[in-house]
């Protein structure tokens, strides 16, 4: 007798697990041909486009994505409906989602808490194709407990990560914007605001409110906006703010003054061609956790040493900024681009102790291109992360911190000139790897109490 097969099909793969299936299947999207005829068989009854809607099928094989539901309820929405309708109609769907799609899409929304239905709004307004570090830095911060918060959304297939960026289909995203859309018919009053024209009306006429917690802005794609100190004086709960350019032009934002509390909440702030020489001042550098300028006028960021929990800055600083920044001794990452080639130049990295209180493992992204790393003073890091990739590494400091071994992968810093491990008293041992470091000029190991042996052949380093 044969064995049975039981195919369980579902939106959430944890309730597979929870059940000991061991084997699941993914389903993926449809190839274009196979998309094609399908949609076909609903719009016009056969298995390919009638002739002069060969144009129009494509466009809609490029919103649909391969997902039978949309294929199949676009393709009856539109059978024998005239050319004009179809334009019409595809214009629509790329800001509004068909109610029969939102309709079974919303099903697996309306399963997540509260937290979650955050995250999802967020990555479906402005975080789709952002780095996944800054991602979960972010929503930390905001209070969505992204480690539990992601998982349940990668499980119910309403995001995915890849190559380090989340993402998410269009669909989803088409539907997370609709919600957000229908918070109010005021867009002043909405949550989250991504379309140009939404945020040129709001920031030209003050019209924001207290309900704003995200914009994200193509300045490309407007006029002249002109920013007062009126503008953000209502957006209290401003959590996230990027004006970026896809295409790049002269600079569309004119800035006469702003302060007001619309930037005390703010995590995440992204201004090309920043036109003012230092931020607001009622900006909370320990709430921030990415802070980009690229092509900017800022010369400084604010007065004396601040506590920036975990900040990755990225920008365009002039020298004098960017020694500000260093002696700050703050947490933080440096992208420095070229200003005229925008290529990665280098980065360092200076951590200060405010980060000792953090049970998360490190996690330090673009270790290729880290020149200096210091974490000095952070008393309860135990371990380093594989840092094999550093190529460019040429002075580690890790002096007061609770570091027990170094790792392996450290024998790869070919360039090292300097390992700075002063009173590291949990440090027992060195490898013997270390003695390949041909480069090192500096060790300094004073303090280090319980290191009872040294490399034998260290003696050998020149």
Not at 46 to 53: E, H, I, K, S
Not at 74 to 88: A, H, I, N, P
Not at 437 to 449: D, E, I, P, T, V
Request: charged share 25%.
């Amino acid at each position: 007798m044969r064995e049975s097969q039981i195919i369980i099909t579902t939106r959430d793969k944890q309730i597979l697990r929870n059940w000991g299936v061991k084997k699941i299947y993914e389903m993926k999207a449809l190839m274009f041909n196979h998309a094609l005829e399908l949609f076909s068989r609903h719009a016009f009854r056969q298995n390919y486009p009638d002739v002069g809607y060969e144009e129009l099928s494509r466009k809609v094989m490029e919103y649909a994505q391969g997902v039978p539901l949309a294929l199949k309820v676009l393709g009856c929405f539109l059978f024998e409906r005239e050319k004009e309708v179809w334009e019409d109609a595809i214009n629509k769907l790329r800001r509004i989602l068909h109610p029969s799609i939102q309709e079974v899409l919303k099903l697996s929304y309306d399963g997540l808490d509260d937290k979650e239905k955050n995250i999802f709004l967020d990555v479906a307004c402005f975080l789709n194709g952002e780095d996944i570090y800054s991602v979960m830095k972010f929503l930390d911060t905001s209070g969505f407990y992204p480690e539990i918060g992601i998982s349940v959304l990668i499980d119910k297939s309403l995001i995915a990560v890849s190559c380090n960026k989340i993402t998410m289909h269009d669909l989803l995203q088409g539907l997370g914007r609709e919600i957000v859309q229908q918070e109010s018919i005021n867009r002043g009053n909405r949550s989250r605001l991504w379309h140009h024209e939404d945020i040129y009306e709001v920031l030209t006429h003050n019209m924001g409110t207290e309900k704003i917690e995200g914009i994200c802005l193509d300045m490309s794609k407007v006029k002249e906006i002109h920013i007062n100190s009126n503008t953000f004086t209502k957006m209290c709960r401003l959590r996230f703010l990027k004006f970026y350019s896809s295409i790049e032009g002269e600079n569309k934002c004119k800035v006469s003054d702003f302060q007001g509390p619309g930037f005390a909440e703010v995590r995440y702030l992204h201004w090309h061609r920043y036109p003012l020489k230092s931020l607001p001042s009622n900006i909370q550098p320990e709430k921030l956790v990415l802070l980009e300028m690229p092509h900017s006028n800022i010369q400084q960021l604010w007065d004396g040493v601040q506590a920036c929990i975990s900040l990755y800055i990225y920008s365009c600083f002039s020298d004098n900024v960017i020694t500000m920044i260093i002696h700050a001794n703050i947490f933080l990452c440096l992208f420095f681009r070229e200003q005229h080639h925008g290529k990665l130049k280098h980065i360092i990295s200076v951590v200060c102790n405010i980060f000792t209180n953090t049970p998360k493992p490190l996690l330090i992204p673009h270790l290729d291109m880290l020149v200096i790393l210091n974490l000095s003073g952070c008393s309860k890091l135990k371990r380093l992360p594989d840092i094999s990739s550093a190529g460019n590494m040429q002075k580690i400091f890790l002096n007061g911190t609770a570091i027990e071994e170094l790792p392996s992968s450290t024998e790869c810093l070919r360039g090292l000139l300097g390992l700075y491990l002063e009173d590291c008293k949990s440090l027992k041992s060195l490898p013997n790897s270390l003695c390949n470091l041909k480069s090192l000029a500096y060790l300094n190991l004073n303090g280090c109490s319980n290191l009872h042996r040294l490399p034998e052949s260290l003696g050998q380093l020149s």
